[in-house]
């Protein structure tokens, strides 16, 4: 018998790789794609007479607007703002208002203020700080890709073969058509569907496959735990079937008696630590 207490005391606080922090490929592409009206505008820096500077582009290069959002460091082509006046839908891909609403724009939310007392040099420079910091809210993705990766790496090193051995993000009723098996006690019979993150094919059992890294506490992990024990129960007297989890981290701490209740009853749960240990040859194979 497995201590709960031991095997969660393996966990590790990070997997994070050398790209993890920012993707800098996807931020320069990004950049590159409006690196032409960022410097358009660049010509707004410093400028003696910014207003007229401005719509005067407006006119000449209307396609410079779009810039605008990702200055306030927003993806959206749509901005609303309201002042004593009213408020104001702002419309940045298909122009909705007269230039001198954008001229409004611009200077109440500060951008004529940085450009004119020259706070900074280049917008090209300023929009790739910006992207920078946005990239960083791509972590939690990443960190869930992270797994992922990290337990295909060791599907692949125990010698199964991607679509034939094992497969990726397999949902219910492509598991049951394949292989010709009854999964409705997981499906609400058929009423709804679950996609796993890996299936492999064993000699006599199909297994499904969870995988998950959690670095800090949340109302999530309890209910991860939560809705894995009950596909555990819902799949125990399955003899062609059996549930597979993989997941780490120290955000479990503070969530280890939801987890515990799943380990006490998921015999295939594991971490970071088993997957090292060779947990794929000695059991899924």
């Given at each position: ?101 954008y001229v409004k724009f611009m200077r109440k939310t500060g951008l004529f203020d940085l450009m004119e007392n020259h706070i900074v040099n280049n ?87 969870e995988t998950n890294f959690y670095t800090s506490s949340g109302s999530k992990l309890n209910e991860t735990a939560r809705s894995y024990k009950t ?55």
């Open positions: 018998m497995r201590n709960f207490d031991t095997w969660l005391a393996g966990f590790r606080p990070s997997i994070a790789d050398y790209k993890y922090y920012v993707d800098f490929d996807k931020v320069f592409n990004n950049v590159d794609a409006i690196r032409i009206p960022l410097n358009i505008l660049n010509s707004l820096i410093r400028s003696k007479n910014i207003e007229n500077d401005f719509k005067n582009i407006l006119v000449q290069y209307p396609e410079t607007l779009r810039c605008i959002p990702i200055l306030l460091a927003k993806r959206e082509l749509d901005i609303k703002a309201m002042d004593e006046e009213g408020q104001i839908d702002f419309h940045f891909d298909k122009p909705n208002c007269t230039n001198e609403d917008l090209v420079d300023y929009v790739t700080g910006i992207e920078t910091g946005l990239d960083s809210n791509g972590r939690k993705n990443r960190g869930g890709h992270l797994m992922e990766n990290l337990v295909e790496n060791f599907l692949c090193k125990a010698g199964l073969v991607k679509g034939v051995d094992y497969f990726k993000e397999m949902y219910i009723h492509e598991i049951e058509v394949k292989w010709k098996i009854d999964l409705s006690s997981i499906s609400n019979n058929g009423s709804s569907e679950k996609r796993f993150d890996f299936v492999v094919k064993g000699e006599k059992t199909i297994y499904g496959i596909i555990t129960m819902e799949t125990k007297d399955l003899g062609y079937f059996k549930f597979v989890w993989f997941t780490d981290g120290c955000g479990w701490h503070s969530a280890k008696n939801n987890l515990k209740e799943t380990f006490d009853v998921l015999e295939y749960l594991y971490n970071i630590a088993d997957l090292e240990s060779g947990i794929i040859s000695r059991v899924l194979i």
